[in-house]
Structures are given as structure tokens and as C-alpha cells.
């Protein structure tokens, strides 16, 4: 699931594709105003911002270059009604990954967005992740404390990578279950939790005595990577 950033001031298109998307298992947030949008990104980052560039406040190139600016890993796609070619060049000039012109069938939209959501997930799982004393290396598959290394099987790291992606962040059991085990499992979560067990041990016997990130349990929900506050 992604975090979706809609920014239509058209509200029959907004209504259509924050149900659309939403149907497809993003979480969306819908603005019809540029500002209000620059702020969401502010206070929590987005995935993917689905963007117009008529927009009642602010011209949506403008929107497209503080977003580039502020979530450079994110992908930006233009959604619009100008076709001109200078328009396009602009557009992409500006900052955006794609650039589609109105009306787009709603599968070819989904489609291209499946694509950029796929090379995004792939570049951001290869990013170094730190937090705190802890440190995680997904190309060559390390996690150290203070630069000792700690030794995970493949499920806890991948695990703990997960966690790691989204830190503050509540991830679902299902979500955990489908990112580290597989897309379409069924039937009991019981190994996540084992998993997490043995995971939240290993990383208090590297960690120590010193403060660690810690995976909080969200009852009904899942689970948590929360930030040491030393």
C-alpha cells in the first residue's frame, strides 16, 4: 500500500480517484489546493502525488518543484488538461516523473502508477537506513549496532527492513505478512509473531544498556518501529 497525495481542485475527478484508489488499496489524501497539499507532504510524506497544474492557488509547476524539493525519493505524476508540448517539457522540467493528459482511462492509470510505485519500491529498498546506534545495509544485507554486526536470519531482516522503511509508522500485520512472506498468504499470523519476538531479543542483546529502536505492539493492528529518544 502506498500513501497517495491527490491534488484536483475538480471535484467530480477528485471524488473519482480518491474512491478509485482507494479501492486499489492506497491510502489517499485528497486536496484541492495546492498550499494545503504543500503542507500535507510537510507534516507526513507521501509515496506518490497525483497532481493538476490548474489549480485555484497555486500553479501546479510550482506545487511539483517545492514537493521535488521537500520529497525528492517521491514520485510525481501530472495529471492534467494542457496537452501542448511546452507544457509537458515544463511539467517534467519541474520535477515530475510522468506526465498524462485528460482523460486517462482509469486502468492505464493504475497501471502507470504500478510501474512507478514498483521502481520506487525497488530504489527505496536498497537505501542504508539509520536509526540511532542502529544501522541497516539492505544491498549487503547487514545490520550493526555501533558497527557490530548482528546476526538475523533472512525473515528478521527482512523483518526489520520493513519496519525500518516506515519508522513512527503503524505497518499491518497483513502488510507484514505480504511484504515479508508473501502476497497472498492465508491462514495464521502466529510466525510474525514469533518472528518479532526473536527479533525485538536479538536487537536488545546487541543494543545493550544504551537506548534502541523498538518495535511497539499495536493491539488488533500491528506493529511499530519506534525511534530511542537517547
Known sequence: MARVLVVEDDRTIGEV??????QHGHEVAWHTRGRTALQDAAKQPCDLVLLDLSLPDLDGTEVCRELRGALPACVIVMLTARAEEMDVVVGLEAGADDYLVKPVPLGELHARLRAHLRRHSTDRSQVEITLGRLRIDPA?????????????????????????QDPGNAVSREALMADVWDAHWFGSTKTLDVHIATLRRKLAEAGGAGPMPEIATLRRHGYRLEESEG
Open 17 to 22: 480517484l480518491h474512491t478509485s484508489l482507494t
Open 140 to 164: 549487503a544485507r547487514r545490520v550493526t549496532v555501533d558497527g557490530i554486526e548482528c546476526q538475523l536470519r533472512a525473515k528478521e531482516f527482512e523483518l526489520l527492513l520493513r519496519l525500518a
